[in-house]
């Protein structure tokens, strides 16, 4: 057998080895046809709730009435130009969103990817490059991998969009909850630091993270983005609904 055969039966074996289950039902382990299309089965289909209501132009938030911009957007700096959050982070999504940052279940990001890039369609063209949210040194050892990068690489590779390492996190965040918004923001802001003004200087960003919550850390990530960058969007597989709105 020459090199070349051993090395890619090696890396077919890799592939197998982490990226097992690409025609599978990512929420139901059923067999599926068009993974590619929609990594979910018919049956999960009927049941997900996806965003698609009258919701914030800024944050991607549903909004109940017919406001463009929700309340809370109304009332912070967002420093982002606009977040595509394609599902809620509730039932199945929760759950498969948990395994695929906890449980090493590393393959999920190309059909999270897949979701993604159907969610935010021609808009990809605007942007000259997709980074992500980092974590700390410390948390990639104890986990192996940073999610939001996992996912940019998959967004990356069905987009065509290159993928840039722009920020790196220095320090974990201490217990936030008993913070406001601002306090937030200033205690994250100087966790992130940028790795290169030159490359990202008036570039459009696409910045992803696994899951929205409150908007604080891509929000932080974002101040300190777009201080270089032309335009800063956002983006995650999910979203909490605030109780607010
Ligand atoms: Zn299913
Ligand atoms: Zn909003």
């Given at each position: 057998m020459t090199e070349n055969k051993t090395l890619n039966k090696l890396k077919l074996f890799a592939k197998n080895l982490f990226f097992?289950?690409?025609?599978?039902?990512?929420?139901?382990?059923r067999d599926i046809q068009n993974f590619n299309d929609r990594p979910y089965c018919d049956d999960c289909a009927k049941r997900l709730k996806l965003n698609?209501?009258?919701?914030?132009?800024?944050?991607d938030m549903p909004i109940?009435?017919?406001?463009?911009?929700?309340e809370s957007c109304q009332n912070t700096v967002t420093h982002f130009h606009r977040a595509y959050t394609p599902?809620?982070?509730?039932n199945e999504v929760r759950q498969s969103l948990i395994a695929f940052k906890?449980?090493?279940?590393?393959?999920?990001a190309k059909a999270f990817a897949i979701i993604l890039a159907k969610y935010i369609g021609s808009d990809?063209?605007?942007?000259d490059y997709i980074t992500y949210v980092p974590i700390t040194d410390k948390r990639r050892k104890a986990r192996g991998y940073n999610q939001a990068e996992l996912l940019a690489n998959e967004l990356s590779k069905l987009t065509g969009v290159p993928t840039l390492n722009t920020l790196t996190k220095t320090a974990d965040t201490v217990?936030?909850?008993?913070?406001n918004y601002k306090q937030r923001m200033s205690n994250l802001k100087k966790c992130f630091k940028l790795v290169d003004k030159s490359s990202i200087k008036d570039k459009s960003l696409l910045l992803v993270d696994d899951i929205i919550t409150t908007t604080t850390t891509v929000n932080s990530c974002s101040e300190v983005l777009s201080k270089y960058a032309k335009m800063v969007d956002v983006c995650a597989v999910a979203r909490t609904i605030l109780k607010s709105n």
């Open positions: 097992p289950d690409e025609i599978k039902c990512i929420f139901c382990d698609s209501g009258n919701r914030c132009k800024i944050c109940l009435s017919e406001e463009n911009i929700c599902l809620f982070y509730e906890s449980d090493n279940k590393r393959y999920l990809i063209k605007q942007f217990e936030q909850k008993n913070l």
